[in-house]
């Protein structure tokens, strides 16, 4: 009787388990196979990129032959250049934009001030509205401060993150008071406690910020386009849909290399950090 | 300690930042911004700063949709970039009417202006005035892979044999067939290259004859929807819908030719360039445009123009440069890269008699630049781009199986909407 | 001593100045902007010269039918893709929270499309959504079902985009709700299975009301995000067929963009803009947390 009963139970968890491991693979062949076929076509040549595909057959998710023309042709086209400066874009956005979020979201945590409620309301508010909706007037506005075709017309607009300040402040809502006291006793100002004590112990937080903004700069598409088309200035999302085409011609191959490339990147960044990532948004006091 | 670190980076890109802010400017030397996705347009820039050296042109490369994207916002709020400005020519009425073209009648010289041909001439005109030079010239023709025709007992045209709608349907029936019946066709029969443009469509209807828009270049209603038009895209539907001899969806007319899946494909003579430089695994050729049998040639085609900004801070370079991308010397720059052929009737005489171009597959630049007579310009009016977009919503929906007459009627509808803001 | 409490006071506002002043220019601004560029018209007027018309714009946004249709498209979309997004989202979240043997893979995979873009995405499935050549079509096929037209039939392209964007959009937001998930305590898990509680009660009843706080947030996250949906319109269906893809930000893109006519277009994203801090406002109200 015992043993039987055992037994169904252990029935029922390899049940579930087969459930959820078909479940598991089943969402993973659907997110990995669009991908690979991206991937595989950006080592063929321009001729069978089609091959496989006109109709579908599983060969499209290998190069049909291998070849890394594909890469040769971007790179002459200064793709690398592109990389650079998103690169160079995404760190500075990442430095400023961290500062820029990290202190005010440090001010709405923790130090007491006259409005701020409403300023808060401000920040959440900013995030409500996407910066699609207000894509012309900004032009006008970047246009109008002379900053069309620099750096700082990509940078200066995006630094005031409301999903940034919001998540620091949360962080910070949530360091034991404690740690604070103590150095604010010994005479210590705010400034010195904000870089001293509440930075270091915030990885989590600076790590989550940081792929956002990064993210956001290395996936921006149409702004970039808008305020600097010059070609010193290109970033990679522009140079992916110029690349492409040439002569009213799609040239796959190439358009799939620096798909391929534009897409490893923020994957190759965001995996390490996976952790901290998902731990990040936890800190940011969402929870319960 | 760890103060350090943090500090230090962010001196290092706020002077980083510092140093991006200035910009380097030489004495007299003078930058031109260009905004376009024509291939060879850097070595048109560069040839002009061979004789110019103190005027250099930045040309920002974009893709063809968003050169219209980003005429509208920097025009449309009076920037001073760029200062050449790349102009299609159906919108070149729609520019002029804005105000975002500056008159070029003194700036381009008179011979080079008398020895445009006709029909790029009359596109670059608006109000009486010269804003937007045509800077090369262009052509729809009829590629046809051989290979298939022969297999399907069809003999292709010889290459100064104008084909009627009637045959290309005929031939393209033979052609398409679906030899594993799994429901989509191995070799499909007729494909247009811009199958949902008015660009592309447009001698369909024109063919017949019939008009494509009113003569006060505004209204619509009667015309696109008349039973002309509704008999013009009868056909077109189904070729997409009954006859089942073109494709759906989205892919690309020129992968499925260059495939072996395609016998009859319309598109630009620019296409001959590509089918030479990454040859084809099969016999192709070229044909003229087809017509409607008793109804008149009408062949779309026409060119990039360009124009300067008035809001230029340097008008006069800006003009000196369009006047020598449109030139014949520039025209010879597009053809080298590109295989457009040049927008000078003289030149273009000059190019039917060379002997380099009077076999396959060099003659096929010859078939296509021989169209010339016959390119129709786009309906003029200053709705243009209302219409036009307008107008791709109702093909793709009768590519798709709508209802014709209903689509067309229901898209004159929508264009006479727009249109009446201009009949103030 | 004196000097340092002078020095106190004014930290605050160092601390907030950078974010509230850019905020103020770069956000607020251009919004301002927005509104007051919907009460002129430049589309008929010499390059930048701009004329008032007062409220004549917003009239012409109520009277277009095509416009007035956009509208209706959106909410429809919006009301489906929300609660579709946050509850595929949840069970997302459920289902790489278990603790079995090679879940981080599964998570890291998981992750992927949160990293990739846009353009990238419509390329790839558009392409296999085709009629004839697409890869889905080619499964169906095989398991012997008729052909779907997918993108190409107005009764299904929009579900065809909901469908895409989830690709996306399901994956990055069950990040939020995984993270909650595992912040609930495992005494409060425990303490339930004790009860005898099986896990769809568990999480029915103790997971989801813990999650309150951050399904409130995801759902107004994303309802923003799906207001304002314009890439994969753009890149695939352009609002198509017979406009049953043809969302309020495409439409403002043709009238602004296309047409010309920025004023038209600012006048729609003023009214989009009101809608959505209506919608938004209401999600708040329901999903208030009760004390």
Do not use: C
Not at chain 1, 197 to 214: E, M, N, Q, T, Y
Request: no cysteine; aromatic share 12%.
């Amino acid at each position: 009787m015992n043993r039987d009963h055992t037994t169904l139970l252990r029935l029922r968890k390899a049940r579930r388990y087969i459930l959820l491991y078909v479940l598991l693979i089943a969402i993973a062949i659907a997110i990995i196979l669009p991908i690979s076929w991206i991937v595989a076509s950006s080592f063929t040549t321009r001729e069978t990129v089609w091959k496989n595909v006109l109709p579908f057959s599983w060969r499209a998710f290998f190069p049909a032959d291998f070849t890394l023309d594909g890469y040769h042709a971007i790179f002459e086209k200064d793709f690398g250049r592109a990389l650079l400066n998103t690169f160079f874009l995404g760190a500075v956005t990442v430095v400023f934009g961290i500062a820029v979020g990290a202190m005010s979201g440090f001010a709405f945590a923790r130090l007491q001030f006259r409005a701020k409620n409403f300023l808060f309301a401000l920040v959440i508010f900013s995030f409500m509205i996407p910066g699609d909706l207000t894509i012309i007037p900004s032009f006008v506005l970047v246009r109008d401060l002379g900053w069309l075709g620099t750096w700082q017309g990509l940078i200066v607009p995006g630094l005031a993150n409301g999903i940034i300040i919001f998540l620091f402040r949360q962080f910070f809502a949530e360091i034991p008071q404690d740690l604070i006291d103590a150095p604010r006793v010994d005479g210590a100002t705010w400034l010195q406690v904000f870089m001293r004590i509440i930075l270091p112990v915030s990885k989590p937080a600076l790590i989550s910020a940081g792929v956002i903004l990064f993210l956001g700069q290395w996936n921006n598409f149409f702004w970039p386009l808008l305020v600097a088309p010059d070609p010193e200035l290109r970033v990679v999302q522009v140079a992916v849909s110029i690349i492409g085409v040439e002569q009213q011609v799609s040239l796959w191959e190439q358009m799939f290399a620096s798909s391929t490339l534009a897409m490893l990147v923020p994957v190759l960044l965001i995996l390490p950090f996976q952790r901290y990532y998902v731990g990040g948004i936890l800190g940011s006091g969402l929870k319960g | 300690m760890f103060l350090r670190k943090p500090l230090r980076l962010f001196g290092l890109s706020l002077l980083i930042l510092l140093l991006a802010t200035v910009t380097v400017t030489g004495q007299d030397a003078v930058e031109l911004s260009w905004i376009t996705d024509l291939p060879g347009a850097e070595e048109v820039a560069a040839r002009f700063t061979e004789y110019n050296p103190n005027i250099t042109v930045r040309v920002d490369k974009v893709s063809f949709r968003e050169v219209f994207q980003q005429n509208q916002i920097r025009l449309g709020s009076g920037s001073s970039e760029p200062d050449i400005v790349s102009v299609d020519a159906p919108v070149v009425a729609s520019y002029g009417f804005r105000g975002w073209l500056l008159p070029l009648d003194d700036a381009i010289p008179a011979e080079q202006i008398d020895g445009w041909v006709d029909a790029l001439h009359t596109s670059s005109i608006y109000n009486g005035q010269l804003l937007a030079p045509p800077i090369w010239n262009s052509a729809q023709v009829m590629y046809y892979n051989a290979a298939l025709m022969e297999a399907a007992g069809i003999t292709p045209p010889a290459s100064d044999e104008r084909w009627t709608w009637e045959q290309v349907t005929e031939a393209a029936q033979a052609l398409a067939s679906d030899a594993d019946a799994d429901g989509v066709n191995d070799v499909w029969g007729l494909q247009f290259g811009q199958y949902n443009r008015i660009y592309q469509l447009q001698p369909i209807p024109e063919s017949l004859p019939t008009a494509v828009l009113g003569d006060d270049g505004l209204t619509v209603e009667g015309i696109i929807d008349s039973d002309d038009w509704v008999k013009a895209f009868t056909w077109f539907s189904d070729l997409h819908n009954t006859i089942n001899v073109s494709p759906q969806g989205g892919i690309s007319s020129g992968e499925l030719f260059r495939n072996s899946q395609l016998g009859i494909y319309v598109d630009g003579g620019w296409m001959i360039n590509q089918f030479i430089n990454n040859p084809l695994d099969f016999d192709w050729g070229v044909a003229p445009h087809p017509y409607w049998d008793g109804g008149e040639v009408t062949v779309p085609g026409d060119s990039w123009h360009l124009g300067v900004n008035p809001n230029s801070e340097h008008t006069e370079e800006a003009a000196a440069f369009v006047a020598f991308a449109s030139s014949p010397e520039a025209g010879r720059i597009w053809f080298d890269v590109w295989g457009v052929w040049p927008a000078h009737e003289e030149m273009l005489a000059e190019f039917a008699e060379d002997p380099a171009n009077a076999e396959f597959p060099n003659l096929a630049f010859v078939v296509a630049a021989g169209e010339a007579p016959y390119v129709t310009p786009r309906p003029l009016t200053v709705g243009y781009l209302e219409y036009e977009e307008i107008l791709s919503d109702a093909f793709e929906d009768i590519r798709n199986g709508a209802d014709v007459a209903e689509t067309l009627g229901q898209a004159a509808g929508r264009i006479e909407r727009e249109m009446d803001k201009y009949r103030e | 001593m004196l000097n340092k409490l002078r020095l106190e006071r004014w930290t605050p506002a160092f601390f907030l100045a950078p974010a509230i002043i850019l905020l103020i220019v770069f956000r607020y601004i251009p919004i301002v902007l927005g509104f007051e560029e919907a009460l002129y018209t430049n589309s008929l007027s010499l390059a930048g010269a701009r004329k008032f018309v007062g409220l004549n714009n917003f009239i012409a946004v109520f009277e277009d039918p095509v416009v007035w249709g956009s509208f209706k498209t959106t909410m429809v979309f919006s009301l489906v893709v929300n609660p579709l997004q946050v509850g595929l989202a949840l069970l997302l979240a459920e289902l790489i929270n278990q603790r079995v043997p090679g879940i981080a893979v599964f998570r890291a995979i998981y992750l992927v499309p949160v990293a990739i873009s846009m353009n990238v995405t419509a390329i790839a499935w558009g392409l296999a959504l085709d009629p004839n050549y697409g890869l889905i079509n080619g499964i169906i096929r095989t398991l012997g079902l008729p052909r779907q037209p997918f993108l190409q039939h107005p009764s299904q392209a929009l579900w065809s985009i909901i469908g895409i964007i989830s690709w996306i959009g399901v994956p990055y937001w069950s990040l939020f709700f995984l993270a909650g998930l595992q912040g609930i305590s495992s005494d409060v898990l425990e303490s339930a299975r004790v009860d005898g509680a099986g896990s769809l009660r568990t999480f029915i009843s103790i997971k989801l009301p813990l999650l309150r706080r951050i399904i409130a947030f995801v759902l107004v996250s994303d309802t923003v995000v799906n207001f304002t949906l314009f890439a994969p319109i753009y890149l695939i269906t352009r609002g198509g067929p017979q406009l049953s893809t043809h969302l309020v930000m495409y439409e403002a893109y043709r009238r602004g963009l296309v047409y010309g006519d920025i004023g038209i277009a600012s006048a729609i994203i003023s009214v989009l803009l009101i809608v959505v801090v209506a919608f938004v406002a209401v999600e708040f109200i329901v999903l208030r947390p009760r004390h």
